[in-house]
């Protein structure tokens, strides 16, 4: 069984920066292919970005236009997301997950069996 915790999430002016992580605990992560999603309010989950076990595997949404970076550190068992020049639309809360199987499907919800309880991104001026 995998734990999840998400932290880094706050009140940001529009232009701003933040950095997500997510903590894994009960076992380690290394072997797992990891996942940001995140839900806008009243929508539904969306991929944000996914990196496989390696970490030279990368996938992300087609909203992050390079202002997003996910990385992982096996040592510390933890998965980063760096977010910059965020924008309202980017107001939502944002969720880790781990795919047991590093699925090459990193944007599907079903690849991942581990979720994280969430962190809440608020963008507003």
């Known amino acids: 069984q995998v734990h999840l915790v998400e932290s880094g999430g706050g009140l940001v002016q529009p232009g701003a920066s933040l950095t997500l992580t997510c903590v894994a605990s009960?076992?380690?992560?290394?072997?797992?292919?990891m996942g940001w999603f995140r839900q806008p309010p009243g929508a539904d989950r969306e991929f944000v970005a996914g990196?496989?076990?390696?970490?030279?595997?990368?996938q992300v949404g087609y909203f992050v236009k390079g202002r997003f970076t996910v990385s992982r550190d096996h040592s510390n068992n933890t998965v980063t997301l760096q977010m910059n020049d965020l924008s309202p639309e980017d107001t939502a809360i944002y969720y880790c997950?781990?795919?047991?199987?590093?699925?090459?499907?990193?944007?599907?919800?079903?690849?991942?069996?581990?979720w994280g309880q969430g962190t809440q991104v608020t963008v507003s001026a």
């Open positions: 990196i496989s076990q390696s970490g030279r595997q990368i």
């Open positions: 009960g076992r380690s992560i290394s072997t797992y292919g």
């Open positions: 997950a781990a795919d047991p199987d590093d699925s090459h499907l990193r944007s599907h919800l079903s690849s991942y069996k581990f």
